[in-house]
C-alpha cells in the first residue's frame, strides 16, 4: 500500500487549502490520519478518521478550522484547511494503518511523502 499525499502550496493568511492523500489500494479498513511537521520540530497529530469516516479526531489546534473526510470510490482522503495562519505552515504527511484512529506517530504503519504548506502573512 502506498500513499500519495498532494494540493500543498503556497497561501496567505486567512486563506483555504485542500490536501489529498491518494491511497493505492482498496482503504478497507484502514484508518488515515494527517500530521505536519514544522522546521525543527516533532512530527504532530493534525486530524484522523476511521474506516467508514464516522470517527474522526482532530488535534487543538486545528479544530473548527480544518475538515478531514474521505472519499473511498477514489481512495482518497481529504483535510480542508479553512483560516489559515502562519503556525499552519508546515510539511503535511497523511499516513495509515489498520483502522485505529491514533494521535500518535507510531499508531501509524504506513506513511506517504510531505506536502508542504506554507502560510505567509
Known amino acids: 500500500v502506498q500513499l500519495q499525499a498532494s494540493g500543498g502550496g503556497l497561501v496567505q493568511v486567512g486563506d483555504s487549502l485542500t490536501l489529498s492523500c491518494t491511497i493505492s489500494e482498496r482503504i478497507g479498513h484502514y484508518a488515515v490520519g494527517w500530521f505536519r511537521q514544522a522546521p525543527g520540530k516533532e512530527r504532530a497529530f493534525v486530524a484522523a478518521?476511521?474506516?467508514?469516516?464516522?470517527?474522526?479526531r482532530y488535534s487543538d489546534a486545528v479544530r473548527g478550522r480544518f475538515t478531514i473526510s474521505r472519499d473511498s470510490a477514489v481512495k482518497t482522503v481529504y483535510l480542508q484547511m479553512n483560516t489559515l495562519k502562519p503556525e499552519d505552515t508546515a510539511t503535511y504527511y497523511c499516513?495509515?494503518?489498520?483502522?485505529?484512529?491514533?494521535?500518535?506517530?507510531?499508531?501509524?504503519?504506513?506513511w506517504g511523502q510531505g506536502s508542504q504548506v506554507t502560510v505567509s502573512s
Open positions: 478518521l476511521n474506516w467508514s469516516g464516522a470517527y474522526i
Open positions: 499516513a495509515a494503518n489498520s483502522d485505529y484512529v491514533g494521535v500518535e506517530v507510531h499508531d501509524y504503519d504506513l
